[in-house]
């Protein structure tokens, strides 16, 4: 019964405070609207608090609210949207590879109310579990996830990120995974197994295009083979270009079914 008695009682207070203080406002007419009028701006909202209370009504603004002297506080709460680099984090990857990386977060204030009484300071909040975030979430993930798929990571990030702080009024627009710094030896030992992979690209190249010309060429033959006329122009075409080069000393290489004539027979 005793707890039924003191709601009323302090219900009884508070009309008597807040009575007190109109009266103080009327007394000390038109020196007290320079402490009873306050002004937001389009980007602020007030939450107002009277003996300790949320007012009802929500936040107030944007423009002109009125407090009652000495019973009344308000906090303001900036609306607009705000960014924070996550520091440099070091991570163990799914694949036991130890990586730092650091991040950029966007985030605002959806709910004034909920941002004041939910959590102490929204702002500091939010960048701890940002880190705390980007630990836990990469730490499930390979190295190979983390670089191939970066977007992929920053929207489960953001979605990780704003299912948290939405109990806070905390809306997060976007996160973005910056930078994945990998250790030297890690860079060493992946730039060796890129070089050994582009050698063995070129290697099959160079060999296909031998493959290539090899075909090429036994097909050139065979055509001339089958046309003795062809044989005979590709012989003068070649004289010819002996001769546009302008060299003293031209060869004429004669065919080997004419030089047998003069080689002495075996017997």
Known sequence: M???GEAPKRGICDLILTG??????????????????????????????????LM????????????????????????RTVSFDVPPQE????????????????YRINDPTMS?????????????????TLRNFLGTKN????L???????????????????????????????????????QRAMAAEAEATRDARAKVIAAEGEMNASRALKEAADIISESPSALQLRYLQTLTSISAEKNSTIIFPLPVDFLSRFLPENK
Do not use: H
């Open 2 to 4: 005793a707890s039924e």
């Open 20 to 53: 007190i203080s109109f009266l103080i406002f009327l007394c000390t007419l038109p020196v007290s609207l320079c402490f009873t009028l306050k002004i937001v701006q389009e980007y602020e909202r007030a939450v107002i608090f009277r003996l300790g209370r």
């Open 56 to 79: 009802a009504g929500g936040a107030k603004g944007p423009g002109l609210f009125f407090i009652l002297p000495c019973i009344d506080s308000y906090q303001k709460v900036d609306l």
């Open 91 to 106: 991570i163990l990857t799914k694949d036991s590879v130890t990586v730092a990386v650091d991040a950029v977060v966007y």
């Open 116 to 132: 004041v009484t939910n959590v102490e300071k929204a702002d500091q909040s939010t960048r701890l579990l940002a880190q705390t």
């Open 143 to 146: 190295l190979s996830e983390i």
């Open 148 to 186: 191939a798929d970066r977007e992929e990571v920053s929207r489960a990030m953001q979605s990780s990120l704003d299912e948290a702080t939405d109990p806070w009024g905390v809306k997060v627009e976007r996160v973005e995974v910056k930078d994945v710094r990998l250790p030297q030896q890690l």
